[in-house]
Nanobody
């Protein structure tokens, strides 16, 4: 099993930045599929940014050029740097890893973009 704990969410003004972190309970060296998803109120959960096949990344079109996913294998953490935030980025952000064929999710961290 893998426990995931997200942090770094909060209230930020439009145009601002936040850095989310996801701490895993075990080594992520061998985990290829991991990333960030989000769910806005009344909407389905959607992929935001993920690692696939090691260091290859994938982003939803709406965040390309603004968000950057990164990983620190030595600290077992995955980060999401979010710049130029917009009100439509408001959502609960979740970290997910695929480990031995099973998906593990964190409990999420709320990001609110509002003036």
């Amino acid at each position: 099993q893998v426990q995931l704990v997200e942090s770094g969410g909060g209230l930020v003004q439009p145009g601002g930045s936040l850095r989310l972190s996801c701490a895993a309970s075990r080594s992520i060296f061998s985990i290829n599929a991991m990333g960030w998803y989000r769910q806005a109120a009344g909407k389905q959960r959607e992929l935001v940014a993920t690692f696939t096949s090691g260091s290859k990344t994938n982003y939803v079109d709406s965040v390309k050029g603004r968000f950057t996913i990164s990983r620190d294998n030595y600290k077992n953490t995955v980060h999401l740097q979010m710049n130029s935030l917009k009100p439509e980025d408001t959502a609960v952000y979740y970290c997910k890893v695929e480990y031995f064929g099973m998906d593990y999710w964190g409990k999420g961290t709320l990001v609110t973009v509002s003036s």
